[in-house]
């Protein structure tokens, strides 16, 4: 099928009220895990393994003869997920060395012919339904499997121009034909989807080379409910044309800054809010990685989800199972501390977005609706002041994790300052959870 046999197709058209409603899950859900994990799992180098050690089709085809995960059992993964507070997971259905973890009948190069013989990607989805949390697939548009994909796609590596791998038979259309067909069959055999992250475009390679307006109308009439992310159109940096006041029609849904948090939030050329979600590592890489210990410590990334919220985003944390198909102990270990976080503190995380007011210099502040949340990061000596809440605006406070009243500081000490709201954290102010303490 190609794009002149598509003409009946309903052509996809921006509607702001159907949009800010298939968002709503996203914006309140505000937590997601993302899990990327393929053949490279063996290598244990990172997904990109093949690519930066130029490692030739033919020797990859070792790990693909050798890969069996039979620990595999998405139910622990969608649990872990669940019990860390996370409400949607995001599986790499394909990444970029081309190997898909579901059976596409376009390729050989798939799970289902490996030892392990199963559809990885029907597993996953049923699993993450099942712990009812949202489900998503990341697929990737570059592909150095397939022998049509122009190059390697780095833009700064030098093996996008190696003459070894130059072949004038590629023919780019046929690649596109290809990639189109297998994401018509991730929107079509594995149910109801939630999420799709493309990803990703760089030089010449973004929107309509990938045939983008023909792709997103086919996406959207089989999966009408489905949130997709900017990097049809634009890569880890660069917000794209949602941001213009112009949208294209293969925008996205949501900005997708890569492992970084934006100082102010996003918006657009008009000042409006743009939904955007951080991705961010544990350690330093998304595939897994068997001597990269660099782990980002619990208390750290409660605290970069809590960033995100207060400035209006989502936080999609990954994790890179190994080659039997086990999440790592050292993010099994994250997982569970931020889900005993999560249990006592949720309800300043869900549904939360932005405060209006300014950051105050001893944490961060959250919103929902009328309540307001405030991340206290620093021991106060005395009454702590809230600063930019007036008076007449708090009717109390209590510790969220507890549920324990915090009074309104009556104390001489601060009569110079009668416009400060001071809460009464005792003679001795601890903060009982000792990081992200939350009143
Ligand atoms: C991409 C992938 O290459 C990576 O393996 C991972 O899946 C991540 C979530 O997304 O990483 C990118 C994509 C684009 C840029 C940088 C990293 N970019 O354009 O700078």
Redesign the pocket.
């Known amino acids: 099928e190609n794009s002149c046999e598509r003409e009946d197709r309903k052509m996809y058209q921006f509607n702001r009220e159907e949009y800010e409603k298939r968002m709503q899950w996203f914006v309140n859900a505000r937590f997601g895990m993302f899990i990327?994990w393929g053949l490279y799992a063996i290598p244990a180098r990172g997904?990109?393994v093949r690519s930066f050690e130029e490692i030739p089709k033919e020797d990859y085809m070792k790990y693909f003869d050798e890969f069996d995960p039979v620990d595999y059992d998405p139910k622990k993964w969608a649990k872990a997920a669940k019990e860390a507070g996370m409400q949607y997971v995001v599986l790499t259905a394909k990444?970029?060395d081309g190997f898909c973890l579901f059976d596409s009948k376009y390729t050989d190069f798939k799970s289902t012919n490996t030892k392990c013989g199963r559809d990885l990607v029907a597993e996953f989805v049923e699993a993450v339904r099942g712990e009812g949390l949202k489900v998503g697939l990341y697929f990737t548009l570059l592909d150095w499997y397939h022998d049509d994909y122009p190059h390697y796609g780095d833009r700064n590596h030098p093996m996008r121009n190696n003459p070894a791998y130059k072949n004038d038979n590629r023919d780019f259309s046929r690649y596109v034909d290809y990639m189109h067909n297998q994401i018509r069959e991730i929107c079509t055999n594995y149910g109801k989807l939630d999420l799709l992250w493309f990803?990703?475009s760089?030089d010449d390679l973004n929107g309509e080379a990938w045939r983008a307006t023909d792709l997103v109308n086919m996406v959207r009439e089989l999966q009408p409910g489905v949130i997709i992310d900017n990097r049809l159109e634009a890569?880890?940096?660069g917000y794209g044309s949602m941001a213009t006041g112009n949208p294209k029609p293969y925008h996205g849904d949501f900005v997708t800054p890569?492992q970084i948090i934006p100082p102010e939030g996003i918006k657009d050329v008009n000042g409006n809010d743009l939904y955007w979600e951080s991705?961010v590592t544990m350690n330093g890489n998304?595939g897994y990685h068997a001597t990269d210990n660099f782990w980002k410590p619990s208390q750290m990334l409660i605290k970069k989800l809590v960033e995100c919220v207060s400035k209006g985003g989502n936080l999609i944390l990954n994790v890179g199972p190994d080659a039997k198909g086990n999440i790592p102990d050292a993010s099994q270990k994250i997982l569970s501390e931020i889900g005993t976080w999560m249990k006592k503190n949720k309800n300043s995380i869900y549904g939360c977005g932005k405060a209006g007011i300014p950051k105050p210099d001893n944490g961060r502040l959250t919103r929902n609706g009328n309540k307001l949340y405030y991340h206290l990061y620093e021991n106060t000596i005395g009454p702590m002041p809230l600063i930019g809440i007036k008076k007449d605006q708090v009717k109390s406070i209590r510790y969220l994790a507890t549920g324990a009243e915090v009074p309104i500081s009556t104390s001489w000490v601060h009569t110079d300052y009668p416009d400060i709201v001071f809460a009464d954290l005792g003679p001795n102010p601890i903060l009982p959870d000792g990081v992200d303490t939350v009143l």
Do not use: A, I, L
Request: hydrophobic share 30%.
């Open positions: 990327h997904e990109w990444h970029h990803d990703f760089y890569s880890g940096v890569e991705c998304w």
